[in-house]
């Protein structure tokens, strides 16, 4: 049987993002946390920008915290938009928090959100998950 190269390099992905720890792409489970932190870009900043530094935030910093678990960047209209981050513990996210203000890939994707200091970040008590 003949497979593309198209196809051995999806092949190739597929089994890369298979080697995450396992539960970076579990479901989200009872007890965990969920920070929702609403953003509105600088009118100076474009989205692709923003998924730039988003991506570089998630790969030099996120990913390296202790208790992450998962992260979702949601866009709720032109300029705004939610990030979204699970953890397994408040303390996780506190603790990430406090590191940020020493991390430039925090730093670089902080300064493309207009009024950062106004930005209400909440944490939520996951209680349960439901889908297909």
């Given at each position: 049987?003949?497979i593309?190269l198209?196809?051995?390099?999806?092949?190739?992905?597929?089994?890369?993002?298979?080697?995450?720890?396992?539960?970076?792409?579990?479901?989200?489970?009872?007890?965990e946390?969920?920070?929702?932190?609403p953003?509105?870009?600088?009118?100076?900043v474009?989205?692709?920008?923003?998924l730039?530094?988003?991506?570089v935030?998630?790969?030099?910093?996120?990913?390296?915290?202790?208790?992450?678990?998962?992260?979702?960047?949601v866009k709720?209209?032109?300029?705004?938009?939610?990030?979204i981050?699970?953890?397994y513990?408040?303390?996780?996210?506190?603790?990430?928090?406090?590191?940020s203000?020493?991390?430039?890939?925090?730093?670089?994707?902080?300064?493309?959100?207009?009024?950062?200091?106004?930005?209400?970040?909440?944490?939520?008590?996951i209680?349960?998950?439901?889908?297909?």
């Amino acid at each position: 049987m003949k497979i593309s190269l198209c196809t051995l390099t999806w092949l190739a992905i597929l089994g890369l993002l298979g080697c995450q720890t396992p539960k970076t792409n579990a479901p989200f489970t009872k007890g965990e946390i969920m920070e929702y932190a609403p953003i509105i870009l600088k009118d100076s900043v474009t989205e692709e920008t923003l998924l730039t530094l988003s991506a570089v935030l998630h790969s030099d910093f996120l990913i390296k915290q202790q208790g992450f678990i998962r992260r979702m960047l949601v866009k709720t209209s032109d300029k705004e938009y939610v990030d979204i981050v699970v953890w397994y513990s408040k303390e996780n996210a506190d603790r990430a928090i406090e590191q940020s203000m020493q991390s430039k890939a925090c730093e670089n994707y902080f300064s493309c959100i207009k009024d950062l200091e106004s930005v209400n970040i909440a944490h939520y008590k996951i209680l349960a998950e439901y889908g297909q």
